[in-house]
């Protein structure tokens, strides 16, 4: 009623402007007063009357008197009609009648005492509604531009909120509605970035990386700028979970190598991110740029501490990793290092069909556990990213074994049909990660065996190695040297044989008095 008789009031009063004015905002102190005591069921007439003279007063002391309004409404019990007088109170407190300066004063009163009032576990879910309710309310979001500072506030406060209870979409969305370009207010270039950084950071966890790539992309203009070590490293680690999340996992490894050698990360940290580089290292394109990227992570001394080191050197040496040691990796990898990749398309003969057959009679026969990974099901292509690069590593270890190999064997050793592997072998081909010739006709494929001597000392022979991890083997000196660093040996016995000769020599002169 009080709403109609406003409005009824400006539209038909012959009255001047001041006079306007005045009654106008009586009539809405009014109204405030009103739906104040209806929602808070407040049966003081003084109450009421010192409502209705606040409009009457000065700004400072109509400021003092909004402020001290508000304080009683935080004053518990606090209920979900608390909730609801505190959001009317607002949207009632940034009407252009109460004026602009009395409402940021006021709306920063509220900020305040969210904070110093509401920090209690007890009052998460009451802070939580009330912030979500006061950001709800037509009246204010339809004012972004006036209270640029006090809506950012709070939308800060619900986003910390909504981080500690890891509601991580939720939060990124608070901060995503702060207005950070284009903005009237005075914002500097660290809370900008800081800002852009936090949302890339949120939806990492949301394992959103699409969204979070744009805001990163905003960050990186303003990263040049930057001077804190804190804000750089989080931008340098937000990019290489972009990169791992994209399965670009040859330079999210790279990025998390460099991290780890940062001194201001504690320890912990460090080496958490070795051990993402090295899974990262590990799912990468078989070839020589992933050979290059694990030698280095091999060389690193702090690599002999991961729980990964066993499959980490076995890829360096050229090793053929085994099904169990596969299932081991596998479980400690996360949700978008598992994707399913899409189905090849292969044309399947009846060689294939034939080798399908087979490998289902022999899982069928098989009894003991050792039998059954024996006589693996052969694929008729990799399952996930995990698959392909163990896989495609495998393929690369047998080609330092064989000079030639029919495709059925090359399949029986890696683990897939003739035809899927046919395609594994050309595609590598194609992309220069493998050395070799496909002979479709007689289906072979003729490795080139033309490794880099620099290469020599992390290439090792499976017969070597088996023989060393053999434990009824006791292993030499020799055999290690030979496993371990075959040029090295070989340099060894070179300089062993001349100093033979020379002593040879020397003893012949000896004896003859020469």
Request: proline content about 3%.
């Amino acid at each position: 009623m009080l709403m109609r008789g406003l409005v009824h009031f400006l539209q038909n009063k012959p009255v001047d402007r001041l006079q306007s004015k005045t009654l106008a905002a009586r009539l809405l102190t009014s109204l405030v007063s009103s739906i104040i005591e209806e929602e808070l069921e407040v049966d003081d007439p003084s109450t009421g009357a010192m409502i209705s003279d606040i409009s009457l007063a000065q700004n400072e002391a109509k400021s003092k008197a909004y402020s001290e309004l508000l304080r009683s409404l935080f004053e518990p019990p606090r209920t979900d009609e608390s909730v609801r007088s505190i959001s009317q109170f607002v949207s009632n407190i940034v009407q252009d009648l109460i004026g602009l300066l009395i409402s940021k004063t006021v709306l920063s009163e509220l900020v305040s005492l969210i904070d110093t009032e509401l920090n209690g576990a007890d009052q998460i879910d009451f802070k939580r509604n009330l912030l979500e309710s006061i950001l709800e309310q037509p009246d204010l979001s339809g004012r972004t531009v006036r209270f640029e500072e006090q809506i950012s506030s709070l939308r800060e406060s619900l986003a910390s909120l909504l981080e500690a209870q890891e509601d991580w979409s939720e939060a990124a969305k608070a901060l995503q509605g702060i207005p950070l370009d284009g903005t009237h207010r005075n914002v500097s270039q660290d809370y900008r970035l800081n800002t852009y950084i936090r949302i890339v950071r949120l939806l990492l966890e949301d394992d959103n990386a699409t969204n979070a790539e744009s805001y990163l992309n905003r960050a990186s203009l303003l990263i040049p700028e930057s001077k804190d070590e804190a804000t750089i490293l989080a931008f340098k680690l937000s990019q290489a979970r972009i990169l791992d999340s994209k399965r670009k996992f040859e330079e999210a490894s790279k990025k998390y190598h460099e991290i780890s050698f940062t001194s201001n990360l504690d320890e912990e940290e460090r080496e958490s991110c070795l051990s993402a580089a090295v899974v990262c290292g590990v799912l990468a394109p078989a070839g020589p740029n992933r050979t290059r990227l694990l030698t280095s992570l091999f060389r690193d001394e702090r690599s002999v501490n991961l729980s990964d080191y066993k499959i980490l050197s076995k890829m360096v040496l050229g090793q053929i990793i085994k099904d169990h040691e596969m299932v081991e990796f596998e479980k400690r990898l996360k949700p978008h290092q598992l994707a399913k990749l899409p189905k090849i398309l292969a044309v399947e003969d009846s060689e294939d069909e034939n080798e399908d057959d087979d490998s289902k009679m022999n899982l069928q026969e098989s009894t003991t556990t050792t039998e059954k990974r024996k006589r693996r099901r052969l694929k008729k292509g990799p399952e996930n990213v995990f698959d392909r690069a163990v896989m495609q590593h495998n393929l690369l270890s047998v080609s330092r074994i064989y000079n030639r190999i029919s495709f059925k064997g090359l399949g029986n050793l890696v683990g897939l049909t003739s035809s899927a592997v046919e395609i594994m072998a050309r595609t590598m081909i194609q992309e220069n990660r493998l050395k070799a010739s496909i002979n479709q006709v007689e289906k072979l494929i003729t490795f080139k065996n033309s490794i880099d001597p620099s290469e020599d000392d992390v290439v090792v022979s499976n017969v070597a190695i088996a023989a060393i991890d053999n434990p009824n083997h006791i292993s030499s000196e020799k055999d290690q040297l030979v496993a371990i660093a075959p040029s090295l040996f070989l340099w060894d016995e070179s300089i062993k044989i001349t100093l033979q000769k020379v002593e040879s020599i020397y003893q012949h002169i000896h004896q003859n008095n020469l």
